[in-house]
Structure formats: C-alpha cells, structure tokens
C-alpha cells in the first residue's frame, strides 16, 4: 500500500541550529514529493517541490530538500534556523497520474533561543 | 484578501445539527478539495472537484456531502453532526497546469461538534 512516514512527531532544535525533517515513502515508482508548512492558525503553505531532475531541490524561506531514490526518502533540510520557523511540517507524495495528494501526519519543530 | 477563503472559521454545535462550511476561490482554479485534519493524523482527503460537473469522494466520504455551485464555490455539508467530526477542516484549490499536488489552501473551518 502507498504510505508516506515522518518518523519524528515532534523536534526540538536551537536558533541558529541546522534542521533536518525525514520523510520516507513507500509508492511503485517515483512520485511527485512536497513540503508544506503550517503555521499556528493558517492553512498549509508550500515548500517546495520535486517532480523529476535535479535531486537537490531549493524552496522558500531557505529550505532544500533531497531526493534520495535508493532510500524512498525525501528529506528538508535548512542550515540556520529561525525562531519564525516553529511551525508545523508536512511531507506529501502524489502519484504522476493522481489527483490528489497523500499527506504525512506531520513534525512539529519548536525552536528555543 | 485571501485566494482562497473558508466560512465560517469557527463553529460549534450541537451532535445531529446540519452544518454546512464553505469555501470561495479567485485563483481561478478548475480543481478543488476538502481535507480534514486531525491532531497527529495529518490531512485526510474527504471529496474532490474537478470541475463544475465532476465530483468524486476521497478516502473518508462518509457522513459528508459535497456541493460544487460554480468554479469559484465548492461547500461541504456534515447532514447530522457527530462528535467524532470534530476536526479542522481545509479548503484547498490547485492548477493541473502547475502539476499535480500543488495546493493553495484555506485558513480552515475548526468545527467542534458537541
């Protein structure tokens, strides 16, 4: 069956501290991976995103995440983290011929001065 | 304003009540969703649109219903409220011309069924 894991429910990181979110998947082939961001009270914002090309994929707000075929992984990633970035994190995979995404249940970052 | 807005943003009531919360969009978007989202669940797929014509149910359908009244609208109704649907709910649009998954979403709808 397609999943899609983050094995981490809750992180904990300093400010200034690097970040790294996992997400691992499980599809037939390869599919299109995202980051969604939520922040306390709003919707989900993207990321960024993965459909084919280049593994290393850059987003907004200074994140990156890497595609990692061998490992079914998609994982975000930022070097310094801000305080602003406390927000809940969603990884979702979609297949090529979908409609609809298949969501993580998501990692919550607390970030601490 | 936003892209994409829900109504209302809060709302409590009572177990068997109809609720109805809806969802308007100027992105100009064919595609529209409903998600629920849950505490440590994630967001759950409940129907999909895309377009006026074309509706389909997603992985939790049951004990919702769906109405797509123009592009732009697209309202999800709970016909008898249960507690268990107590849950934050989003309204999300996307574009098939930006591939898929690509969503914008609401601010969200919590609903508290009592």
């Known amino acids: 069956a397609q999943s899609v894991t983050q094995p981490d429910i809750h992180i904990t990181v300093s400010e200034g501290a690097s970040l790294e979110l996992r997400c691992n998947y499980s599809?037939?082939?390869?599919?299109?991976l995202f980051w969604y961001v939520q922040s306390p009270g709003q919707g989900l914002q993207l990321l960024l995103k993965?459909?084919?090309?280049?593994?290393l994929v850059q987003g907004i707000k200074g994140f990156e995440a890497e595609f990692k075929r061998s490992q079914s992984s998609f994982n975000l990633r930022k070097p310094s983290v801000h305080w602003s970035d406390a927000a809940e994190y969603f990884c979702?995979?979609?297949?090529?011929?979908?409609?609809?995404?298949?969501f993580g249940k998501g990692t919550s970052l607390l970030v601490t001065p | 304003d936003a892209d994409v807005t829900q109504t209302p943003r809060n709302r409590i009531t009572k177990t068997g009540k109809r609720i109805m919360l809806e969802c308007s969009q100027t992105?100009?978007?064919?595609?529209m969703y409903w998600y629920r989202q849950d505490p440590g669940l994630g967001l759950q797929l409940i129907y999909y649109?895309?377009?006026?014509?074309?509706?389909n149910k997603g992985e939790i359908s049951d004990g919702y219903s769906v109405s797509r009244q123009a592009q732009a609208k697209f309202s999800l109704s709970l016909e008898s409220a249960i507690p268990n649907q107590t849950a934050l709910y989003f309204c999300?649009?996307?574009?098939?011309?930006?591939?898929?998954?690509?969503?914008?979403f609401g601010e969200g709808s919590r609903l508290t069924v009592l």
């Open positions: 599809y037939g082939a390869t599919p299109y």
């Open positions: 999300a649009t996307s574009d098939p011309a930006r591939g898929p998954g690509e969503l914008f």
């Open positions: 992105k100009g978007h064919d595609r």
């Open positions: 979702a995979v979609g297949e090529r011929t979908g409609y609809a995404l298949n």
């Open positions: 649109s895309f377009d006026v014509k074309d509706i």
């Open positions: 993965y459909f084919s090309g280049d593994t």
